[in-house]
């Protein structure tokens, strides 16, 4: 269960810090950006979920 | 006639999570490199024997249907598969595998960190697999 939750937490963690490289690196499409950020707000989200359902499951 | 060049050999992202397999694969492009995107072990295995012959795979460990370990099981069994490198990019670093792939990554794992280790990697290659110094890894035919 806590490596599942690590495992998860760690590939949300690494769509947020790579899609915000990827926007730091090269000039991508309005479209492209919001929708980039959208995840990255998406993969936020889903990680609050994560802590909270592992530090709730304590 | 044929180019030195002719074939680029592409990297394979082998990751279930479709987000982080897109970004990864996206960024790689964005550097110059052909990326084949496999969703699990299995997806990887079909590909690759089904022709694919990447100049390094990239490979994420706990994966449904068939995991990391599992591909690379299969790879090392399979005398056409058995040399292509692999760098696993995995939350949860394995201690027993160490001797097995070319290195881990821990996620999160950033953009730069995969391109020196795929640079890394590149330099350790027989010529014949990476064709001298990276030209986005072009293969010799």
Redesign the interface.
Same mark, same amino acid.
């Given at each position: 269960m806590i +490596? @599942?939750l690590? !495992?998860d937490? +760690?590939?949300r %963690?690494? =769509?947020? +810090?790579? !899609?915000g490289? %990827?926007l730091g690196? =090269?000039a991508l499409e309005e479209e492209d950006v919001r929708r +980039?950020a959208a %995840?990255i707000v998406e @993969?936020a989200r889903r990680l609050a979920d994560i802590i909270d359902a592992h530090v709730g499951g304590r | 006639m044929t180019s030195t060049f002719a074939r680029r050999a592409p990297l394979l992202v082998v990751e279930d999570?479709r987000?982080?397999r897109e /970004?990864?694969a996206?960024?790689l492009r964005?550097e110059g490199y052909d990326v084949v995107e496999a969703e699990d072990g299995a997806d990887a295995l079909v590909r690759l024997r089904g022709g694919v012959c990447p100049a390094l795979v990239l490979l994420d460990l706990?994966m449904p249907h068939m995991d990391g370990r599992q591909l690379l099981s299969e790879m090392r069994r399979d005398s056409a598969l058995a040399g292509i490198p692999v760098v696993l990019v $995995?939350? $949860?670093p394995p201690q027993d595998l160490r001797g097995e792939v070319f290195a881990t990554l &821990? &996620?999160? /794992?950033?953009?730069?960190d995969l391109l020196r280790c795929i640079q890394a990697c590149v330099e350790r290659m027989p010529r014949e697999r990476s064709t001298g110094a990276d030209p986005r890894l072009a293969q010799q035919r």
């Open positions: +490596r @599942s690590t !495992h937490a +760690r590939t %963690l690494n =769509v947020i +810090r790579t !899609h490289e %990827l690196r =090269v +980039r %995840l @993969s | 999570d987000d982080l /970004v990864i996206d960024s964005i706990i $995995t939350g $949860t &821990k &996620k999160p /794992v950033g953009v730069d």
